[in-house]
């Protein structure tokens, strides 16, 4: 099961979304909307499943809809120790789904939670369960390794040949990091920090994939060419 969150920053038509990413939406069994990115469902096509936030960013008459439609809601405080897209990963977590489509993470008036929701798919790490963030111009990845069985950790990437991929190290150097179907290939080499050697990398072939055997590695692909 996939479970889908959404956030309150932008989020392009589904029309786009399916453009640039085939089958993004396949085995979606869960939709948990965080506060105002309740609004996104509809649009895409989801009904919600759950709503959490502190109801600072949603009309009332919105959410009083969600109440009468049956939605479960989990009003929290707005002096909280956590914003409610956090929150909303964490409820897909406890669902224990194969892994977590992120919308509306980056985008709106606030830089600081685009940049705060750029780290939520390290709450995933420790389970494996891959968070990825979508717009329609990027898919957005945190490969974390070794995974909790201790071997390498492999990531399929999406793209089709000449879209571009790149690979940022986080913290200290990410470490045994082979590539698949890239035009200029690593070598079970390593990232170190604030590398830039792994900008604008492309596909080769389709099917590509990058493995990393210990670190946090950040990869961003983003399609060559969309109908818009």
Same mark, same amino acid.
């Given at each position: 099961?996939?479970?889908?969150?959404?956030?309150?920053?932008?989020?392009?038509?589904?029309?786009?979304?399916?453009?640039?990413?085939?089958?993004?939406?396949?085995?979606?069994?869960? &939709?948990?909307?965080?506060? /105002?990115?309740?609004?996104?469902? +509809? =649009?895409?096509?989801? $009904?919600?499943?759950?709503?959490? #936030? %502190?109801?600072?960013?949603?009309?009332?008459a919105?959410?009083?809809?969600?109440?009468?439609?049956?939605?479960?809601?989990?009003?929290?405080?707005?002096?909280?120790?956590?914003?409610?897209?956090?929150?909303a990963?964490?409820?897909?977590?406890?669902?224990?789904?194969?892994?977590?489509?992120?919308?509306?993470?980056?985008?709106?008036?606030?830089?600081?939670?685009?940049?705060?929701?750029?780290?939520?798919?390290?709450?995933?790490?420790?389970?494996?369960?891959?968070?990825?963030?979508?717009?329609?111009?990027?898919? &957005?990845?945190?490969?974390f /390794?070794?995974?909790p069985?201790? +071997? =390498?950790?492999?990531? $399929?990437?999406?793209?089709?040949? #000449? %879209?571009?991929?790149?690979?940022?190290?986080?913290?200290?150097?990410?470490?045994g990091?082979?590539?698949?179907?890239?035009?200029?290939?690593?070598?079970?080499?390593?990232?170190?920090?604030?590398?830039?050697?792994?900008?604008?990398?492309?596909?080769?072939?389709?099917?590509?994939?990058?493995?990393?055997?210990?670190?946090?590695?950040?990869?961003?692909?983003?399609?060559?060419?969309?109908?818009?």
């Amino acid at each position: 099961m996939r479970a889908l969150v959404l956030a309150d920053g932008d989020t392009p038509p589904r029309a786009r979304l399916d453009a640039a990413w085939p089958g993004w939406a396949d085995g979606i069994g869960l &939709v948990v909307a965080a506060d /105002g990115g309740a609004r996104h469902a +509809a =649009p895409l096509g989801f $009904r919600i499943d759950r709503w959490v #936030g %502190d109801a600072d960013s949603i009309d009332p008459a919105e959410l009083d809809r969600l109440a009468a439609s049956g939605v479960p809601l989990e009003r929290v405080r707005q002096d909280k120790d956590a914003s409610d897209t956090e929150l909303a990963v964490r409820i897909a977590l406890d669902a224990r789904p194969r892994d977590i489509v992120l919308l509306g993470a980056f985008g709106g008036a606030r830089l600081d939670h685009a940049i705060a929701n750029l780290g939520l798919p390290m709450l995933a790490a420790a389970s494996g369960t891959p968070v990825v963030s979508l717009t329609d111009a990027a898919r &957005v990845t945190w490969l974390f /390794g070794p995974g909790p069985d201790g +071997a =390498p950790v492999t990531w $399929r990437l999406a793209g089709h040949p #000449g %879209d571009l991929v790149t690979l940022l190290p986080l913290g200290a150097a990410v470490d045994g990091v082979p590539t698949h179907g890239l035009r200029y290939p690593l070598v079970d080499e390593p990232l170190p920090a604030g590398s830039t050697r792994g900008l604008s990398n492309l596909v080769d072939v389709a099917g590509a994939e990058v493995r990393v055997r210990s670190g946090a590695l950040l990869v961003v692909e983003v399609p060559a060419r969309l109908d818009r």
